[in-house]
């Protein structure tokens, strides 16, 4: 049981480059979801997912897509990166209570 | 929406200190209170969770209190060590929603 696992952990992106992080879980949640963490600011949900098929914004989604094609899945992509992109984003998934975070991405966008 | 403050930004304590974090919501409806623990380089890790039917709650060292008429609830940590050395996010939620989370409290214990 690996829990939420996050790939990759550090990236390096130039301006205008696309990319995908990955999210993966096995604890069959329905719930997923993606935050930004800038310092002084806490998590911030970009998209977040109640089940496969089914995606919504969260409260800073520009520049940013999401699918769920399957449970255990749920890919965040970064259409044309732009220095203020550069965070450091998690994962979490969930049951109706807690939310397991995922060991984070650290981005950063030259 | 749900809205979550949280004080202090920072906190210094001496080892063996107690140390208070507090955090306010404004949604009604929200009934799930956990605070996380993220160590530095390290992804946020539950700690401690409350329900809206609860008052309060302990584990060990840490307790958390909730007053729902007031629309806040706070961490206490006892008898600080330097492992508790953190920062500590507070969250509100209405189950099945998101969660909000505050914006955190760096905690530093100093030997």
């Known amino acids: 049981n690996a829990g939420v696992t996050q790939t990759p952990k550090f990236q390096v992106l130039k301006t205008g480059q696309s990319m995908t992080l990955q999210c993966a879980q096995d604890?069959?949640?329905?719930?997923m979801s993606w935050y930004r963490q800038d310092p002084g600011m806490g998590l911030r949900l970009i998209h977040y997912?109640?089940?496969?098929?089914?995606?919504d914004q969260g409260e800073v989604p520009n520049g940013y897509n999401v699918s769920r094609s399957t449970t255990e899945d749920f890919p965040l992509r970064l259409l044309s990166a732009a220095p203020s992109q550069t965070s450091v984003y998690f994962c979490?998934?969930?049951?109706?209570?807690?939310?397991?975070f995922g060991q984070g991405t650290r981005l950063t966008v030259v | 929406g749900e809205n979550v403050e949280q004080h202090p930004s920072t906190l210094s304590v001496q080892e063996g200190d107690s140390a208070v974090i507090k955090c306010t919501y404004s949604?009604?409806?929200?009934?799930?209170f956990p605070w996380y623990k993220q160590e530095l380089g390290k992804r946020p890790q539950l700690i401690i969770d409350?329900?809206?039917?609860?008052g309060e709650k302990k584990d060990q060292r840490i307790a958390v209190t909730l007053n729902k008429t007031a629309k806040h609830f706070s961490l206490h940590i006892t008898e600080t060590q330097p492992e508790d050395s953190a920062v500590y996010f507070c969250?509100?939620?209405?189950?099945?929603?998101?969660?909000?989370f505050g914006p955190g409290t760096r905690l530093s214990v100093l030997p």
């Open positions: 979490a998934s969930g049951d109706l209570a807690e939310a397991f």
């Open positions: 604890m069959n949640h329905e719930y």
């Open positions: 997912s109640v089940g496969a098929g089914i995606t």
């Open positions: 949604d009604s409806a929200s009934n799930y």
């Open positions: 409350i329900r809206s039917n609860v």
């Open positions: 969250a509100a939620r209405n189950y099945g929603q998101n969660f909000v």
